[in-house]
Structure formats: structure tokens, C-alpha cells
């Protein structure tokens, strides 16, 4: 079994000695089951990963020594999600498979017909944290408060495009909006966004609450010079569903999945 991943916030360096906090100790100590001796790969997104031994295992204290460096730190790809947050167990879901699936920042936003207008985001830091320490990543993503999706579209950088998730057609007399004005399919709407020089593409997917976008919010949407409607496939999927097929194909279009 590979020796158990910790995020560490402070600077990693050979010989530095970390004080573990509490809630740290605590999951090392009776989750892990570490005790002094034992090995753990300490990591940020600064300072890579390390190799660290168990020096000191108290009651709620522990303290751990960086011996050697095990890998240099990667940038995770500049790729936000903005999703409209659904029921807690969902919208938990679609916080650590996006974690796990290499999104950057994780924005709530709020829509018409969003379900739950609040997140905690102290509840989902701690859930993006656990996914990064399993997944591998050097960093966990940045958690945004629920925002109104206006106010998260004002002032947006042009040059991000957004992949928005659009099911409807534009025939309001019928059942989703019919079949004419449908968006592309996702792979292929992606292909001229495939970037062509590392470390300079930035990306960013929208998908709505389960009842879908309103006529007025999808008019608004694809008005906008930025936005890349898109197509999901034929069924209709649960938001946490859609988070998780999106973020996929964009990994393996777009993204880091297309590397070694």
C-alpha cells in the first residue's frame, strides 16, 4: 500500500519539522493509525511531495520530519466548474468527483430554478481536501460562496471560454424545447478549443440546476460572446451525473488526460 497523502499548508522543505493540527493528528493518529516511525507523503502545490517521518504522536499532538522530496509540484488545469448546488448529498458528490476529475475552483452559482441557494463551504473544503490527498493532486480546488449566476458572469474573462450544458431546443411549445436549436455534442464543440500551447489554455463549465435553465436564463446565456452551448448526449442527466460526464470529456479532449 503507498504511504497515506496529507495537504499541508505550510512551506515543505528537506529537514523542516511540521506541527500537524489537531484535526490532523487526529486522522494520522486513530484513522491511519501512524505512530512514531511511521511514513506519510506530506504535499502542496508550492512545495510538491514529500516524504515525512513520524517524530512525535500525542493524544492530539503530532509532529512529522520531511526527509526527501518524491515529486515537484504540477498546476492542476485551469478549468472552473460552476454548477447550480442541488440536494447536500449531491451537491457533496459533485464537489469530490470534480476534485477528483481536475477542476481548479468550484463555483456555485445560483439559478431560477436552483434547489439550495446556501452552501457550507467549510463542509466542502474539507471534502475538495480528502479527494486531493486520494487523487494525487498537489492542491485542492478553491471553494466559492453561492453566487446568483448574473452577478457570477459580470465582469468575466472573454478569453475563458464557457462549455455551458444546454438540453433544450428552441421550440417553447414543446417538451424540452424540441429537437431544432440543439447545441453541438460536447467532444465536438471542444475540439476547436484543444489547446495548442501548454499553459496558456483556460476553460471553464456551467451546468444548471435539475430542472434545467429557464427560456430567459438560456437566451441570456447563449447571447454571450464567451459561452460554447453544448450537448450531454440524448438522455437527460442528474446534475451530478452531468458534473462527472462534462469534466471527463473535457479531461480527455482538452485537458490533462491527453498526457503521459
Same mark, same amino acid.
Given at each position: ?14 529537514? /523542516?519539522?511540521?506541527?500537524?493540527? &489537531? +484535526? #490532523?493528528? =487526529? ?6 493509525? $501512524? *505512530? ?24 492530539? /499532538?503530532?509532529?512529522?520530519?520531511? &526527509? +526527501? #522530496?518524491? =515529486? ?6 485551469? $478549468? *472552473? ?42 463542509? $466542502? ?136
Amino acid at each position: 500500500m503507498p504511504e497515506p497523502r496529507l495537504l499541508i499548508d505550510q512551506d515543505l522543505h528537506a529537514g /523542516a519539522e511540521i506541527a500537524l493540527d &489537531e +484535526a #490532523q493528528a =487526529r486522522h494520522v493518529g486513530t484513522v491511519l493509525r $501512524l *505512530d512514531v516511525g511511521g511514513h506519510l507523503r506530506p504535499f502542496n502545490a508550492r512545495d510538491g511531495e514529500w516524504r515525512a517521518r513520524v517524530t512525535v504522536r500525542e493524544k492530539r /499532538a503530532m509532529r512529522v520530519v520531511l &526527509e +526527501a #522530496q518524491l =515529486r515537484q509540484a504540477q498546476p492542476s488545469p485551469d $478549468l *472552473d466548474l460552476l454548477f447550480a448546488p442541488v440536494k447536500r448529498h449531491a451537491t457533496d458528490l459533485i464537489v469530490e468527483k470534480a476534485t477528483e476529475l481536475g477542476a481548479r475552483r468550484i463555483k456555485p452559482v445560483v439559478t431560477r430554478r436552483t434547489i439550495a441557494e446556501t452552501v457550507r463551504v467549510d463542509r $466542502l473544503e474539507s471534502i475538495a481536501r480528502e479527494a486531493a490527498e486520494q487523487t494525487e493532486r498537489f492542491d485542492a480546488p478553491e471553494i466559492f460562496e453561492a453566487t446568483p449566476l448574473p452577478k457570477a458572469l459580470d465582469g468575466w474573462d472573454a478569453s475563458r471560454p464557457l462549455i455551458y450544458a444546454d438540453e433544450a431546443g428552441d421550440e417553447a411549445d414543446k417538451a424540452w424545447g424540441g429537437a431544432a436549436g440543439r447545441a453541438r455534442p460536447i467532444a465536438e464543440a471542444l475540439q476547436p478549443l484543444s489547446p495548442s500551447l501548454k499553459g496558456e489554455e483556460k476553460l471553464a463549465l456551467l451546468i444548471g440546476p435539475e430542472g434545467g435553465f429557464t427560456p430567459e436564463e438560456r437566451r441570456m446565456l447563449r447571447a454571450l460572446p464567451y459561452v460554447v452551448p453544448v450537448s450531454l448526449g440524448p438522455r437527460i442527466l442528474r446534475a451530478e451525473t452531468a458534473v462527472i460526464a462534462a469534466l471527463s470529456v473535457i479531461q480527455s479532449v482538452w485537458g490533462d488526460w491527453r498526457e503521459a
